[in-house]
């Protein structure tokens, strides 16, 4: 992810540009200055180091799961802003001492939900929020796609020497969840976003929660699920469907998002949106010509957006949060087989 990151701070120069790069492996920090900066950016051996360089105003966080809460404070006590990947941390002890620590530094936190700036996406929220689909009943989100990449352990970027990419995916202990943690995630601010589109942006908080979890690919490799379905019934009586799975993806056109309100429906992917009301004899069909790859540019963009020209983070700490808990939520549910209730509190189940 490091190198999707630098291609899109290249492209949002000179707004920002990279100054220095950490890596535990120093060979992988140097290739990335190098095919990024042609070696301007400084490569440091530890992130003290970094995080002592007056010249860095924010730091952009790209690490394993495990590591992210500790990386995120200590940025935040060195007075850097930070972008950090998901999921924000692993658990609710590390979002209190992260909130606490951004909060007590005044610096900006803004989570790398790189899926929010899907144009489609971008344009649902705005019609939902002059309500064109009036009260909103349902709202499913998918992130789906087959993982035989990881199925063969067959990298789908080759990086320089050092830890292979599923080394800590398949530790329980670093990876922090599976794969609802993990590529779920997405699927989880989706529909927490597209809640409070409906809300003038306003929270629709989740208040209750239940899943099935299911290994059907990953078999002997990953010690967790490969496969998730969460239900999630919002504070405005809307219901949400998660579905997210390595296992299989969607027949197309796999949609990302479908919505049903009172007057219709809207369907999205990376590249289309589809609405249909009620009584219409077709659907209205708006495409863009983007590709997946965009929405990271778009969430740096965002990012400089927060910091330099103070616009309000799409992806705050509080929306990272309560993404967290439902997915606490889902696992304790699956555990427990039973609907789990969200308190309001984001930091506790
Ligand atoms: N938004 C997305 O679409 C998306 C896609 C893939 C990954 N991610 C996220 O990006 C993050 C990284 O995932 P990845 O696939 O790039 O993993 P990766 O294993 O390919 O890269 C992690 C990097 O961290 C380095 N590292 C490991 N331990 C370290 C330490 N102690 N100190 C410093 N560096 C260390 C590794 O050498 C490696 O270069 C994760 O949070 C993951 O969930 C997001």
Redesign the pocket.
């Known amino acids: 992810?490091?190198h999707?990151h630098a291609r899109s701070w290249t492209a949002n120069a000179p707004r920002g540009h990279i100054t220095a790069v950490?890596?535990?492996?120093e060979e992988?920090a140097r290739a990335l200055s190098d095919q990024h900066t042609g070696g301007k950016a400084r490569v440091y051996r530890d992130?003290g180091s970094l995080l002592a360089d007056p010249e860095i105003d924010a730091i952009d966080i790209?690490?394993?799961?495990h590591?992210?809460a500790d990386a995120v404070v200590r940025a935040a006590n060195a007075g850097k802003h930070v972008m950090c990947?998901?999921?924000i941390c692993l658990t609710f002890d590390e979002l209190k001492l992260i909130r606490r620590a951004i909060d007590d530094a005044g610096v900006t936190f803004v989570a790398?939900h790189?899926?929010l700036f899907a144009l489609p996406l971008i344009e649902a929220r705005r019609m939902i929020g002059e309500g064109v689909l009036g009260r909103l009943h349902h709202i499913r989100s998918n992130e789906v796609g087959r993982n035989s990449s990881m199925r063969t352990r067959h990298?789908p970027?080759r990086?320089a020497a050092?830890?292979?990419?599923f080394?800590?995916?398949l530790d329980p202990a670093r990876m922090g969840g599976a794969e609802l943690l993990?590529t779920g995630?997405?699927g989880a601010y989706r529909m927490l976003a597209l809640a409070a589109a409906a809300n003038d942006e306003q929270e629709d908080r989740p208040v209750e929660v239940v899943a099935l979890l299911s290994n059907y690919y990953m078999t002997e490799l990953l010690p967790g699920e490969d496969t998730a379905s969460v239900l999630v019934r919002f504070a405005s009586g809307a219901q949400g469907v998660l579905v997210t799975s390595w296992a299989f993806g969607g027949p197309m056109p796999n949609w990302q998002f479908e919505v049903a309100g009172q007057h219709g429906t809207l369907a999205g992917n990376v590249t289309s949106l589809v609405h249909a009301a009620h009584g219409w004899a077709s659907a209205a069909e708006r495409s863009w010509d983007t590709v997946h790859g965009e929405t990271?540019v778009r969430e740096v963009t965002h990012f400089l957006d927060v910091l330099l020209d103070g616009a309000t983070s799409r992806a705050s700490w509080h929306h990272a949060a309560r993404t967290l808990q439902v997915i606490r939520g889902a696992y304790r549910s699956a555990e427990e087989r039973r609907i789990i209730p969200l308190p309001e509190d984001p930091t506790s189940l």
């Open positions: 992810m490091g999707v950490f890596d535990v492996s992988r992130l790209c690490l394993p799961h590591l992210h990947e998901k999921p790398a790189n899926n990298a970027v990086l050092g830890e292979s990419t080394a800590w995916r993990d995630w997405h990271y």
